[in-house]
């Protein structure tokens, strides 16, 4: 991962001298799991990094705003959080008849159709090993992954589903730039904003507002909030999340919009 930080930072001085000490010890073990550092194998031969190579070109490739300004111009779009705030509310059809519906990491519908809805054309996921592979990922428009995908080291099982995913289509899948972590950050003040809140911005960057963007399972849109997964009660969202700073920095930019 520091190999990765240094390519992606641009510290050739300090990488050479980590990598002069790495490669005596470790060679090129594990930068077939890694996109930034399987940049500097230049084997074409070394046939280990061929999926990696190949990801890692695509993706280089693949600008998020383009692919996701062609879903989401001029479309109705429901972001769908993960939090227990439509629990009950029987809001399924009305998230199920935006044009766009988005939806995060491990989200399941099977029976929670009436509250949740049953669409989905975007799937936003982050990178850690907890997020489960899903063999849907073809019925989307786009799979979009999270900002730590240049960096961190990528299991076997997610190689091979975006390297089955990009071969079939190349236009499938993309990853959240660092600008639009930073650039949420400056704008907010929040140290670690959620993927939600990530997401709602871009869309705003890219559309300069949120007119006809609905936003649903918010953990701040509950009237008490369990900061829990509407689908298991024992799964909260990470403490170092400001959800209530991240309430008032939602709502300024939905009254920016009118």
Known sequence: MYICCLIELGKKKELNEVLSTYNKKHGTWNFDKYLL????????????????????EILKENDLKELLSEIISDKTIAIVGNAGSEVNKGSGDEIDAHDVVIRFNNYPLSGYENDYGKKT?????????????RN?????????????????????????????????????????????????????????????LLVVWIVYK??????????????????KPSYKHYYDSNCKIAEDHDVDLEKDVILKLKKETK
Not at 121 to 133: A, G, L, S
Not at 206 to 218: A, C, E, M, P, T
């Open 37 to 56: 550092a399987s940049r500097l194998v230049t084997d074409s031969n070394l046939k280990k990094f061929e999926k990696i190579k190949f990801i890692d």
């Open 206 to 223: 890219i559309r300069k507002s949120l007119k006809n963007v609905d936003l649903y399972g918010f953990s701040f849109m509950e009237e």
């Open 121 to 133: 054309t975007i799937w936003v996921r982050n990178c850690e090993k907890e997020i489960e592979d």
């Open 136 to 196: 849907s990922t073809q019925s989307y428009d786009l799979t979009i992954w999270g900002p730590d995908l240049t960096h961190i080291l990528i299991p076997q099982s997610n190689i091979d589903i975006l390297y089955d995913l990009l071969m079939e289509y190349r236009k499938s899948a993309a990853y959240i730039p660092y600008e639009y972590y930073d650039d949420i950050i400056k704008h907010s003040k929040i140290k670690h904003p959620t993927t939600g």
